[in-house]
């Protein structure tokens, strides 16, 4: 993978690692489904002239019902659940538990599409879920009693996640990604539109509020969409799916430095096994010890 590669895959996780961050500060203030309604709302108007200059609108109508499958379980519930979990958990550790996404992602794929499991990648997965008792259960992180349901509402997430990238691949083959991104924002804003008019704040958000809207919407969702697609496209799938283990640095470096969140040996130690075991579970410590072929 060359540098400009690099340097966008960079990008591209501290644009989802900031979302935490933005998210951490609008849900007070929104409530969580609001939020995410405006935030996929955003998402989409940016994505859609995109979307129509491509030429690529008449996907999203011929394939609505998978579109709309993924834009519910990729999008809209789980980005409900982490604004939910945002509420009383810290960015960092949140942007920490989305790093289990793989791991759902592998379990999914064994039970649902009888793919391979391998004595080493089940080894991952009780790596990793160790890491995230140990993330989620150590008092030295600020947590003296452990918050079970914003805990269990993100791994949620991360469940929901796991199953929309296997649907994904068997319902959706061959439908270009910006149709994919752009009809699942499009879903996702009119199936939370009724919630979110129902859950409207009474107090009207600050002016600051409406700048993380934006920034969630525009920079976190429509722009990384497009970072993602295109390095998907550019550098294959397995060299993109490593975004997933730089979200975490970046979510806990920005609600380090923004939100005086609180650096604790319970996020160092619980992180460090959730991305081992994602590493395990996913392949990854087998590709870098495989030898490059000539």
């Known amino acids: 993978m060359g540098w400009l590669s690099t340097l966008e895959l960079i990008l591209l996780a501290a644009l989802w690692g900031a979302s935490f961050l933005f998210m951490r500060e609008g849900a007070p203030q929104f409530g969580p489904i609001a939020l995410i309604a405006l935030r996929t709302g955003v998402a989409a108007l940016f994505l859609l002239?995109?979307?129509?200059?491509?030429?690529?609108?008449?996907?999203?109508?011929?394939?609505?019902?998978?579109?709309?499958?993924?834009?519910?379980t990729n999008t809209a519930i789980p980005f409900c659940l982490f604004s939910?979990?945002?509420?009383?958990?810290?960015?960092?550790?949140?942007?920490?538990?989305?790093?289990?996404?793989?791991m759902f992602a592998a379990i999914i794929a064994f039970?649902?599409?009888?793919?391979?499991?391998?004595?080493?990648?089940?080894?991952?997965?009780?790596?990793?879920?160790?890491?995230?008792?140990?993330?989620?259960?150590?008092?030295?992180?600020?947590?003296?009693?452990?918050?079970?349901?914003?805990?269990?509402?993100?791994?949620?997430?991360?469940?929901?996640?796991?199953?929309?990238?296997?649907?994904?691949?068997a319902?959706?083959?061959?439908?270009?990604?910006?149709a994919i991104a752009t009809g699942s924002q499009i879903y996702s804003a009119l199936a939370l539109a009724p919630l979110a008019w129902l859950t409207w704040p009474v107090q009207t958000p600050q002016s600051s509020a409406w700048g993380?809207?934006?920034?969630?919407?525009?920079?976190?969702?429509?722009?990384?969409?497009?970072?993602?697609?295109?390095?998907?496209?550019?550098?294959?799938?397995?060299?993109?799916?490593t975004v997933a283990y730089l979200v975490p640095l970046f979510g806990v470096l920005w609600g380090a430095l923004f939100l005086d969140e609180t650096l604790h040996?319970?996020?160092?130690?619980?992180g460090g096994?959730?991305?081992?075991?994602?590493?395990?579970?996913?392949?990854?410590?087998?590709?870098?010890?495989?030898?490059?072929k000539p």
């Not at 150590?138 to 914003?150: D, F, I, N, R």
């Not at 040996?265 to 619980?270: D, N």
């Open 84 to 102: 939910y979990t945002t509420l009383s958990l810290a960015a960092g550790v949140t942007s920490i538990l989305n790093a289990t996404a793989p």
């Open 212 to 241: 993380q809207v934006l920034a969630l919407g525009v920079a976190c969702t429509g722009l990384a969409y497009i970072l993602y697609f295109h390095l998907i496209e550019k550098v294959g799938v397995g060299n993109s799916i």
């Open 49 to 72: 002239p995109i979307l129509l200059i491509s030429r690529q609108q008449r996907h999203i109508f011929s394939r609505w019902r998978p579109i709309l499958i993924v834009g519910l």
């Open 171 to 178: 319902a959706l083959a061959g439908t270009p990604s910006l």
């Open 265 to 270: 040996l319970s996020m160092f130690v619980g």
């Open 111 to 169: 039970v649902w599409l009888k793919q391979k499991l391998t004595s080493v990648a089940m080894f991952g997965l009780l790596v990793g879920f160790g890491g995230v008792f140990v993330l989620t259960a150590g008092k030295e992180g600020g947590m003296g009693q452990v918050e079970w349901l914003p805990i269990l509402a993100a791994l949620g997430a991360t469940c929901l996640y796991g199953f929309a990238a296997n649907y994904t691949k």
């Open 273 to 292: 096994m959730i991305l081992l075991g994602v590493a395990l579970t996913t392949g990854l410590v087998g590709k870098l010890r495989r030898p490059v």
